[in-house]
């Protein structure tokens, strides 16, 4: 890939995204994090404190990101140097930080590194449902840590 950073449309083809955003306002290093929950077609799942749409990455494992580069450019992980702020349904004890391998601190829930999704630029939108780029599949997340992996009727839509 080059330097520009290429986000994947809901449909797997590439589209333009605006990275510099999402990833400026979900991967910002704020002293804490809140993890709320939003109900959606796909079900309960878990937000961030503007809204956003969290995402599971299969490639991850427990407590351990695999995206890195233009996958975390594509995917921002939710970052926090504090506390992270159960709401909404969040069970606080599912919730934790990792370290990456840059040092930066990432949420994430029953061991799972969460990520917001470029293209999702409202809050309540699940384009990154289903998706699978970087080598694996991103889902949403139910309260209890699962994988979401039912489609809703229409990618590009919110709440």
Known sequence: MSASTVAYAADGSHSPASVANA???SASDSSSVTVSTKSTPLGKILVNSKGH???LFQSDKKDKSTCNGDCAKAW???KANGKTIAKGGVNSKLLSTITRSDGSKQV???GHPLYTFADDTKAG???GQGIDAFGAKW???GTDGKQIT???SSQSGGY
């Open 53 to 55: 749409t969290l995402y």
């Open 108 to 110: 994430a829930y029953k």
């Open 139 to 141: 889902y949403v997340l």
């Open 125 to 127: 939108q699940t384009n």
């Open 23 to 25: 990833a400026s306002s």
């Open 76 to 78: 921002p992980p939710l």
């Open 150 to 152: 039912k489609q809703a």
